[in-house]
């Protein structure tokens, strides 16, 4: 657990007054795991998204319950529950209009062949929080008490807008590679900086994400491709090597003038035209017969790729 800083101090105060609208529901999930001898905590993009006061689609919890008895202890509470992934320990649940998600501690191991983990589960929330992609969401808040666990520095990662990992990255990276994609795609959403590991390990391992399949780079690119700054995050998919492990010929670019020769570097060109394009797109509430509401992703592919 971290010993926050005034700073950091100020920073948990102003993330719980995010959390005011759900803070009635944390507060009686907490008891109920807690009365029935669990733990739980909220975890990942909801505690990181807190601090950065935006607002997160969904609520991940992690907890010392099976996925039996967090079944045991939703029952008569949740309006709906099903079964995300059992073998993974996640239950997803609705209660009014909040959707949430629980998974069992987890400590994994993985195939170096694939990229989906050897389950086994845990029985402590550090060990949990180790095992998670990057610092800025391996952060949690235990559940009634709203006690701040951060034993890998994600906050103050936050802070210096860093994108690091808990572990070493060749660690992290050689379980997961589709994380080196998140990496990228977490700079695009929220304009973090890797560090200089992170960007090394990526480099060095960019052929492992090979055994990814292509339905998840995919995802990856488009979530990439929607956020609010996709330049920056393909910048560091060029940088790394990985664009061309999945979309040689954005680099490519690298090496073409245009026919006409207007432009020296048509990869710089292209990001440029992205830019533009982005600045075009209406605001998201937009619903005029010519307007398009934005993130548009058609809108944002054809400027990528128009020249390729």
């Known amino acids: 657990m971290s010993s926050p800083t005034t700073a950091d101090g100020a920073l948990l105060l102003q993330a719980l007054r995010h959390l005011t609208p759900t803070l009635p529901l944390l507060t009686e999930i907490g008891e109920r795991f807690v009365a029935a001898g669990h733990e739980v905590a909220l975890v990942g993009g909801p505690v990181r998204d807190a601090f950065l006061g935006r607002v997160s ?19 008569g509470w949740a309006d709906t529950t099903w079964d995300v992934g059992r073998d993974f320990g996640t239950i997803g649940c609705r209660r009014g209009e909040h959707q949430l998600e629980i998974t069992t501690y987890r400590a994994d191991a993985y195939d170096p062949e694939s990229r989906k983990p050897v389950v086994a589960f845990g029985d402590n929330l550090e060990e949990d929080l180790v095992r998670r992609d990057f610092t800025v969401n391996a952060m949690a808040l235990r559940l009634p008490d709203l006690v701040f666990v951060d034993p890998h520095g994600g906050l103050e990662d936050l802070a210096d807008r ?26 695009a959403q929220l ?9 090394s390990a990526m480099s060095g391992m960019r052929s492992r994400l090979s055994i ?32 061309e492990e999945m ?9 073409e003038v245009d026919e006409h020769h207007r432009h020296k570097d048509v990869y710089e060109h292209t990001l440029t035209v992205l830019d533009q394009a982005i600045a075009l797109e209406d605001p998201p509430e937009a619903t005029g017969e010519d307007e398009v509401p ?7 592919l054809a400027a990528l790729l128009h020249d390729i």
């Open 57 to 75: 689609p969904d609520l991940d919890f992690t907890t010392s319950a099976s996925p039996e008895q967090i079944e045991e202890v939703l029952e």
């Open 162 to 187: 860093t994108l690091d990992t808990p572990h070493e990255p060749e660690v992290s990276f050689g379980d997961d590679p589709l994380r080196m994609m998140r990496a990228a795609r977490f700079v």
């Open 191 to 199: 304009r973090l900086v890797p560090a200089p590991r992170v960007l």
């Open 212 to 243: 990814v399949s292509a339905e998840r780079v995919r995802d990856e690119l488009v979530k990439l491709m929607l956020a609010d700054h996709p330049r920056a995050g393909l910048e560091v998919l060029v940088e790394t090597g990985l664009a």
């Open 247 to 255: 979309l040689p010929e954005l680099p490519a670019l690298q090496l």
């Open 294 to 300: 934005g993130p548009d992703l058609v809108l944002r």
